[in-house]
């Protein structure tokens, strides 16, 4: 009698796909160790990590090896990889390698491989912040660390939860995040927009012109004119500055808008 087996594939094919045809396991070994011994690399334990977090996201971490126990490994990764490869210790090993590389600094740097690989037009950086509720205790390892988990949920209005702030800024084209960072829980929006403003016009130099940012009024400030200066960005100023209340005045009294739509018109001042 022949035994039969059913492994499912479901949306797993795509993602793993588009992980390999990326290259993103590659880009993650050339950047974190690889040893000689291991039976499962870093890159692959981060694509493993993927693959389980768009299917199995209510799961406790340590969980893997029974997510990928019916799945076709040979096809998400390669001959050989076993479900019980993706145990909790290679996983904390490899979050741990990632966490030493800087996981903002690894982010950034896949993310504009895939970028120049792709042809993304990276000529428009959409720039914004959003703060993310937390839950668990959260004690430093050390007096050295700078992050800081801070009570005060604003979007909720919930001051009993913990709260992050997530800088994120994407392309334009394709909305493809290309960089990342998490903030102290406290941060307001115009410190964290004036030093990524202030970080983008010292790389200026080294940077394909032209290359212009996009992001809210948070972004104007008395004290980052002089990075904005030299920085081509679009904005829409605070309404607390004198000129925009003149601006706005000077627009209304005139006759010659364009219309874009039914319910949208501009006026164009310089």
Not at 16 to 28: E, F, P, R, T
Not at 65 to 75: E, G, M
Not at 89 to 105: I, N, P, T
Not at 126 to 137: A, E, K, N, P, V
Request: hydrophobic share 40%; with cysteine; aromatic share 6%.
């Amino acid at each position: 009698m022949e035994s039969m087996s059913v492994e499912r594939l479901d949306h797993l094919g795509v993602v793993a796909s588009v992980i390999k045809d990326l290259g993103i396991i590659q880009m993650l070994d050339t950047r974190l160790h690889v040893h000689e011994q291991e039976e499962l690399t870093t890159g692959e334990a981060v694509a493993g990590m993927i693959l389980n977090g768009l299917g199995f996201s209510h799961r406790p971490l340590s969980l893997p090896p029974q997510f990928f126990a019916n799945a076709p490994l040979d096809l998400l990764f390669r001959p050989g990889v076993k479900a019980e490869m993706f145990n909790r210790f290679k996983l904390g090993r490899s979050l741990d390698e990632v966490h030493a590389y800087g996981c903002d600094l690894l982010f950034s740097e896949v993310a504009m491989a895939i970028c120049a690989q792709e042809g993304i037009d990276q000529r428009f950086h959409h720039l914004d912040t959003t703060r993310c509720s937390l839950t668990g205790d959260y004690v430093p390892e050390s007096d050295e660390q700078t992050m800081a988990i801070t009570h005060g949920y604003a979007k909720d209005h919930r001051p009993d939860l913990k709260q992050a702030v997530l800088e994120l800024m994407v392309s334009q084209d394709g909305g493809v995040p290309l960089l990342r960072k998490s903030w102290e829980g406290n941060a307001s929006d115009s410190t964290i927009l004036q030093e990524r403003a202030g970080a983008l016009w010292r790389s200026l130099p080294n940077s394909p012109r032209p290359r212009y940012l996009v992001a809210d009024c948070q972004l104007y400030d008395k004290d980052n004119a002089e990075h904005l200066k030299s920085l081509p960005f679009l904005t829409r100023l605070p309404h607390t500055l004198k000129v925009v209340g003149q601006v706005i005045a000077q627009a209304l009294a005139l006759d010659t808008w364009h219309n874009v739509d039914a319910q949208t018109r501009y006026q164009r001042l310089e």
